[in-house]
């Protein structure tokens, strides 16, 4: 009775030690991304522009949105692999012909990810941008 009582007793100092927390130098596991969670997208647009004219966001070929100098927009867009391009809009005097290049941008789900929108005298493209 007393091995019973003392394998009972060990048992249990077991399953108390196991609710412990873990020791501090060890992080714990992050959760695992929702499969279906959407990603964001933000693109801005600084005021130095070389001109007024508008730049249109492309996403997977479709126009999703139009920026004027210094403006921003927060895009929620499925994860996964997408193709983003920039161009001049063609509205007005600008008479922009759309993107020449996309570039490929894989988002986690979940993931928030940043981009200017840079324009030059000749060109219009995207540029990662740090937090």
Same mark, same amino acid.
């Given at each position: 009775?007393?091995? !019973? +009582?003392?394998?009972?007793? #060990?048992?249990?100092?077991?399953? $108390? *030690? $196991?609710?412990?927390?873990?020791?501090?130098?060890?992080?714990?596991?992050?959760?695992?991304?929702?499969?279906?969670?959407? $990603?964001?997208?933000?693109? /801005?647009?600084?005021?130095?522009?070389?001109?007024?004219?508008?730049?249109?966001?492309?996403?997977?070929?479709?126009?999703?949105?139009?920026?004027?100098?210094?403006?921003?927009?927060?895009?929620?867009?499925? /994860?996964?692999?997408?193709?983003?391009?920039? &161009?001049? /809009?063609?509205?007005?005097?600008?008479? #922009? !012909?759309?993107?020449?290049? &996309?570039?490929?941008?894989?988002? *986690?789900?979940?993931?928030?990810? *940043?981009?200017?929108?840079?324009?030059? +005298?000749?060109?219009?493209? !995207? +540029?990662? !941008?740090?937090?």
């Amino acid at each position: 009775m007393r091995y !019973l +009582a003392l394998i009972v007793l #060990g048992i249990c100092c077991l399953g $108390a *030690q $196991a609710n412990d927390g873990l020791p501090g130098n060890i992080a714990p596991m992050p959760a695992d991304p929702v499969a279906d969670a959407p $990603a964001r997208l933000i693109l /801005s647009r600084d005021m130095n522009a070389p001109n007024a004219c508008d730049v249109e966001i492309y996403v997977n070929r479709q126009v999703v949105a139009k920026l004027g100098p210094g403006e921003h927009t927060s895009l929620d867009l499925p /994860s996964g692999e997408l193709s983003v391009a920039v &161009a001049m /809009s063609p509205d007005g005097y600008c008479g #922009g !012909l759309g993107p020449d290049v &996309a570039q490929s941008v894989i988002l *986690q789900p979940g993931e928030t990810r *940043q981009l200017a929108v840079m324009v030059e +005298a000749e060109q219009v493209f !995207l +540029a990662p !941008l740090n937090d």
